[in-house]
T-cell receptor, first 112, second 113 residues
Framework: KQEVTQIPAALSVPEGENLVLNCSFT??????LQWFRQDPGKGLTSLLL?????REQTSGRLNASLDKSSGRSTLYIAASQPGDSATYLC???????????FGKGTKLSVIP | NAGVTQTPKFQVLKTGQSMTLQCAQD?????MYWYRQDPGMGLRLIYY???????DKGEVPNGYNVSRLNKREFSLRLESAAPSQTSVYFC????????????FGPGTRLTVL
């Protein structure tokens, strides 16, 4: 059974810092990996999706990488802003299934 | 283009009551999903519908039923609510029959007393 772990559970950084969020998964036979953002009391917003054949995806200040062989993904946020404060969720799509397996998230606080 | 919409936003039930959570998407997506989110547990898949007319169980289907009413709508029914079903419920949709980018609704916060 796929397990997804996100470390740390919470992270606090000063505004302007570059930061990395980590995601690890136990089964490397994945179809894709998706990073989401969740604001308090809100739904999930898709940030980036990486197919299993890709190594990274970029959108604005965000860059997500995928290393299937080691079972790891990172989300890099450049020049963090207070508006980036949210919980970031990593979700792994399994090959041959419709199910996404979610990590428990990293709660990010960017201090002005 | 509203994306994925869910009703109601909040609901309080007593143990044993029934209710239906509604979900609709206007993105012409084939696949739709119901998840629940609990503190310390992350999001877990309850049921999904790969295409109109089909539904399948996810990780935690017990106590729930679903109906894919048409391509746009996918409802989740609790026949006899239990306190263990207190959770935030999210509906999602995706554009193809495999795990492509999923778009989530704003959620329904359900409390069962």
């Amino acid at each position: 059974k796929q397990e997804v772990t996100q470390i740390p559970a919470a992270l606090s950084v000063p505004e302007g810092e570059n930061l990395v969020l980590n995601c690890s998964f136990t089964d490397s036979a994945i179809y894709n990996l998706q990073w989401f953002r969740q604001d308090p009391g809100k739904g999930l917003t898709s940030l980036l999706l990486i197919q299993s054949s890709q190594r990274e995806q970029t959108s604005g200040r965000l860059n997500a990488s995928l290393d299937k062989s080691s079972g790891r993904s990172t989300l890099y946020i450049a020049a963090s802003q207070p508006g980036d404060s949210a919980t970031y969720l990593c979700a792994v799509g399994g090959a041959g299934s419709y199910q996404l397996t979610f990590g428990k998230g990293t709660k990010l606080s960017v201090i002005p | 283009n509203a994306g994925v919409t869910q009703t109601p936003k909040f609901q309080v039930l007593k143990t044993g009551q029934s209710m239906t959570l509604q979900c609709a998407q206007d993105m012409n997506h084939n696949s739709m999903y119901w998840y629940r989110q609990d503190p310390g547990m992350g999001l877990r898949l309850i049921y999904y519908s790969a295409s109109e007319g089909t539904t399948d169980k996810g990780e935690v289907p017990n106590g729930y039923n679903v109906s894919r009413l048409n391509k746009r709508e996918f409802s989740l029914r609790l026949e006899s609510a239990a306190p263990s079903q207190t959770s935030v419920y999210f509906c999602a949709s995706s554009g193809e029959t495999r795990d492509k980018t999923k778009y989530f609704g704003p959620g329904t916060r359900l409390t069962v007393l």
